[in-house]
């Protein structure tokens, strides 16, 4: 009888420690979460919702126009940032305004659509051209009038391999219902 409950406990404790190891390796290698501080990706992500990042997105294939990113800041990497992928590698990123007067990113002289900006962008600070080195992406954020991106940044463009992974999901941080 003894015999038979140190058993049942050991694999109990066993499953259990699976599971912590399985859900260490799963944040480690697989996806994380991250809680987004600003608004420089509003209206696509809000102050204080929660991203899902795949970490192995990236491993098969490479980075595209338009993927939001988790990395570290490039002038300061104890801080990550979320931005989206404007640049990519051998292009050139410039910002003007257009025929109509309003501010508009071109890419190799194409003016970029983005449906995804929160508002106008206000034409303020560097405007390039700039043009992105292989290997290197120029990231901006949706609310360009407040995202601190690749425009003001000394490191103008992040490296490939310091992205850590691409949001996936985001959901909304949900602490009133504790």
Same mark, same amino acid.
């Given at each position: 009888?003894?015999?038979?409950?140190?058993? #049942?406990?050991?694999?109990?404790?066993?499953?259990?420690?699976?599971?912590?190891? *399985?859900?260490?390796?799963?944040?480690? %290698?697989?996806?994380?979460?991250?809680?987004?501080?600003?608004?420089?990706?509003?209206?696509?992500?809000?102050?204080?919702?929660?991203?899902?990042?795949?970490?192995?997105?990236?491993?098969?294939?490479?980075?595209?126009?338009?993927?939001?990113? %988790?990395?570290?800041?490039?002038?300061?990497?104890?801080?990550?940032?979320?931005?989206?992928?404007?640049? *990519?590698?051998? #292009?050139?990123?410039?910002?003007?305004?257009?025929?109509?007067?309003?501010?508009?990113?071109?890419?190799?002289?194409?003016?970029?659509?983005?449906?995804?900006?929160? #508002?106008?962008?206000?034409?303020?600070?560097?405007?390039?051209?700039?043009?992105?080195?292989?290997?290197?992406?120029?990231?901006?954020?949706?609310?360009?009038?407040?995202?601190?991106?690749?425009?003001?940044?000394?490191?103008?463009? *992040?490296?490939?391999?310091?992205?850590?992974?691409?949001?996936?999901?985001?959901?909304?941080?949900?602490?009133?219902?504790?």
């Amino acid at each position: 009888m003894q015999k038979r409950v140190l058993r #049942e406990i050991f694999s109990w404790t066993m499953v259990f420690v699976i599971a912590f190891g *399985l859900a260490i390796f799963i944040n480690k %290698v697989i996806v994380y979460k991250v809680k987004i501080p600003s608004g420089s990706m509003e209206n696509t992500i809000m102050v204080g919702d929660k991203v899902i990042t795949f970490r192995l997105a990236y491993l098969f294939s490479e980075p595209k126009r338009g993927d939001i990113v %988790v990395f570290p800041f490039p002038d300061n990497e104890k801080e990550d940032y979320i931005k989206r992928i404007i640049g *990519l590698p051998g #292009e050139t990123v410039e910002i003007k305004k257009d025929e109509d007067n309003l501010v508009q990113v071109y890419i190799d002289g194409e003016p970029l659509d983005e449906p995804y900006l929160k #508002e106008a962008m206000i034409l303020n600070g560097n405007t390039g051209p700039y043009v992105v080195p292989e290997g290197s992406y120029f990231m901006m954020g949706d609310n360009r009038n407040v995202s601190a991106d690749s425009r003001v940044w000394d490191n103008k463009f *992040l490296h490939r391999d310091k992205i850590d992974g691409k949001a996936i999901l985001k959901y909304p941080d949900f602490e009133w219902i504790y």
